[in-house]
């Protein structure tokens, strides 16, 4: 599969440190690099049939439907698409006007990762989106009107300007708008951002995360009882909604990153990132050059990834294949390493596989760090 990090977008958001320019000439540079290193790259999968192709980063939706589809068009040169390929594409609400959704649905765009964040215009001015409750519900339905069913939606919990009252109303809005897959986290508070500035000036209080778990399991139980699976810990789909291309990260295959930031992973010991420097990684595929560094990663390193992947997924850890790929030594620490964990209820193998039973996900990077080998 391939990502295309697109680094464009019109605010910073109050958890978020990204901002980037949209001028005309920085748009046409990138644009002419993303281009460019699909090109210079184009042998590094394996395969080169795609079951996923993904617009992410900043807020690709910035661009026009014709700039958009030319980087489709670019892919296309040195790839080709599976006939049930998934093309995602993360939009904000604001730019889902309905000259925009009548030239996309024309594309071979199939699926919309919409920045929803919250259908509460408290919340949205915390997080310094510049969109408001009205357009987060309308974007979605007028992306229905014009054919877009594949639609996931991101949604944020703890918010210090609502409370559980509001977090119910926001999964009831979404049942109503009939949306088949939610990605949901916690509201983080990163240095750097309003939201920091604003905690440390006693403006908003702190996030708590005694609420965020509260509002965490209220969100599981109620969206599977609406149908959804919780099948991994910040995102639940409805039956045939699984998001393919996050599969292929919790799955260990191969992925191909495109763009300022972008990471790739050959699917077996190397992992590769693009510099998060737009000046500079412009400049590097002007000149016919690669951004990226490339690391070997070390079976401590491998192990230690699976683990931290895998517990996050109702799939859980698969046993067999971990017997298959790491040595002695690290498959004796992590039977002695689980032994305790297991007994504590904390972890459970089911037809081997090693999970993490729901009732803990809230915790379960901490579980999972705990079985980690430290170099």
Same mark, same amino acid.
Request: charge should be negative; aromatic fraction near 12%.
């Given at each position: ?9 019109? #605010? ?30 184009r ?6 049939n ?9 807020? !690709? ?6 700039e ?12 080709? %698409?599976?006939?049930?390929i ?6 904000? !609400? ?6 925009f ?9 199939? +699926? ?32 229905? @009107?014009?054919g ?5 939606i ?23 708008l009939?949306? !088949? ?30 609420e ?9 139980? %109620?969206?599977?009882d ?8 910040s995102? %639940?789909a409805?039956?045939?909604f ?25 699917g077996?010991?190397? +992992? ?23 690391e070997?990663?070390?079976?401590? @390193? #491998? %192990? ?26 690290i498959?004796d ?10 007994e504590?209820?904390?972890l ?11 009732k ?6 901490g ?9």
């Open positions: 599969m391939i990502y295309l990090h697109i680094p464009f977008c019109k #605010q910073k958001c109050s958890y978020c440190n990204f901002h980037f320019s949209t001028s005309l000439n920085f748009k046409e540079e990138m644009i002419a690099a993303l281009k460019k290193e699909i090109f210079l790259r042998d590094e999968l394996e395969s080169k795609l079951k996923s192709l993904y617009f992410g980063g900043g807020t !690709p939706s910035i661009l026009k439907v014709d958009l589809k030319s980087i489709i068009d670019e892919v296309l040169k040195y790839f080709s %698409f599976d006939p049930d998934e093309i995602t594409l993360e939009a904000n !609400p604001d730019d889902l006007d309905k000259m959704l009548k030239e996309l649905a024309q594309t071979p765009f199939n +699926r919309l990762s919409i920045g929803t964040q919250s259908f509460f215009n408290e919340d949205l001015l915390l997080m310094n989106r510049a969109h408001n409750a009205g357009e987060a519900e309308s974007s979605i339905k007028r992306a229905q @009107d014009f877009f069913e594949n639609i996931s991101d949604l944020i919990y703890g918010s210090p300007t609502s409370g559980m009252e509001i977090w119910k109303e926001n999964l009831n809005k979404t049942i109503e009939q949306v !088949p897959h939610i990605s949901s986290y916690a509201l983080t508070v990163e240095p750097k951002t309003a939201l920091n500035q604003w905690i440390r000036q006693n403006k908003v209080p702190a996030p708590k995360e005694a965020q778990n509260k509002e965490f399991y209220y969100m599981s139980e %109620f969206l599977k609406h149908g959804f699976e919780h099948y991994e810990i995102n %639940f409805k039956p045939g699984h998001s393919r291309h996050n599969a292929a990260y919790w799955n260990y295959r191969e992925y191909l990153g495109i763009g300022p930031s972008a990471h790739s992973y050959n077996r010991n190397e +992992r590769s990132w693009n510099s998060a420097n737009n000046k500079l990684y412009i400049n590097s595929l002007s000149q016919h050059v690669s951004a990226k560094e490339t070997i990663l070390t079976e401590k @390193d #491998q %192990f230690n990834e699976m683990l931290m992947i895998g517990l996050r997924t109702v799939w859980g850890v698969d046993l067999v294949r971990l017997n298959e790929l790491f040595s002695d030594e498959l620490y992590f039977k002695r390493e689980i032994k305790s964990k297991m504590d209820g904390v459970f193998i089911e037809n081997e596989h090693l999970k993490i039973p729901e803990h996900w809230f915790l379960a990077d579980i999972a760090s705990d079985l980690f080998i430290v170099e």
